[in-house]
């Protein structure tokens, strides 16, 4: 499963515990009381870093150097928009952690990360070099880490999606099948984080899964977009300022 429309984002799911973390590395996640926005609740929040520290990244299970250059040089590419350093280390102990021999894409969210037993892999890149998408799905897992939510589900998507289809679809592929409960979590719930305070929809996010035309109603669809979008650049510039 190398597509980037199968990466899955993970939240820890005792929200209470993952609210404790996030305020506690980063006191601006329990959100502004500032402005019009709805009053907010443990169930809006963010999930970002403590602004300009050091993340320490580890390979947990020592990829070939080929791998792991390309994994640095395609996060990297964060980096000029955000108020963060990353030092790589090939260690077990990291504030992400990295498994490299899963076969699949994913990614704890932000600070969700804390809450993962330090034994176990945080974010994991099955995707290898040779693959046509192999940097746009680390930049887009690396975006997750950093606390960026999917883009198609900004609660200003209104994406006219066939929903029946859509269920039908991912019900009977053969490769990761998705109930119609995951569907709805993953494809059409939308969130409430800084995220969506902070920047507009952005069509062209590289947190933004391709969707097929077949899966919508009347013409619209979302290219992979492969690269770091304009949006992406401020909304990062604006979680973690400098
Ligand atoms: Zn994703």
Not at 100 to 125: C, E, F, K, R, V
Not at 134 to 141: A, D, G, M, N, P
Request: aromatic share 10%.
């Amino acid at each position: 499963m190398h597509e980037l429309t199968d990466c899955q984002l993970i939240q820890w799911p005792d929200d209470q515990a993952a609210y404790m973390a996030a305020i506690n590395e980063n006191p601006a996640n329990a959100g502004t009381t500032t402005g019009t926005r709805r009053k907010r609740s443990v169930f809006n929040y963010s999930k970002l870093w403590a602004n300009g520290r050091t993340l320490k990244i580890a390979f947990m299970d020592a990829p070939a150097a080929d791998l792991k250059n390309h994994i640095i040089a395609a996060a990297s590419q964060w980096l000029p928009y955000i108020n963060l350093k990353f030092e790589f280390v090939d260690d077990l102990r990291g504030d992400i952690r990295i498994a490299t021999q899963n076969n699949d894409n994913s990614s704890m969210l932000g600070t969700d990360a804390l809450l993962i037993h330090p034994d176990y892999p945080t974010m994991n890149l099955g995707v290898k070099p040779d693959h046509a998408d192999f940097e746009v799905i680390v930049i887009h897992e690396f975006g997750h880490a950093l606390g960026a939510m999917h883009e198609h589900q900004h609660p200003q998507a209104n994406i006219p999606w066939d929903k029946p289809k859509v269920y039908e679809f991912y019900q009977n592929r053969e490769m990761n099948p998705l109930t119609p409960e995951q569907v709805d979590r993953n494809l059409f719930a939308s969130f409430d984080a800084l995220d969506a305070i902070y920047t507009s929809y952005d069509k062209k996010s590289i947190m933004h899964h391709p969707v097929a035309n077949t899966l919508t109603l009347g013409n619209w669809e979302v290219p992979i977009n492969r690269k770091i979008s304009k949006k992406d650049k401020r909304l990062m510039k604006l979680l973690y300022p400098r």
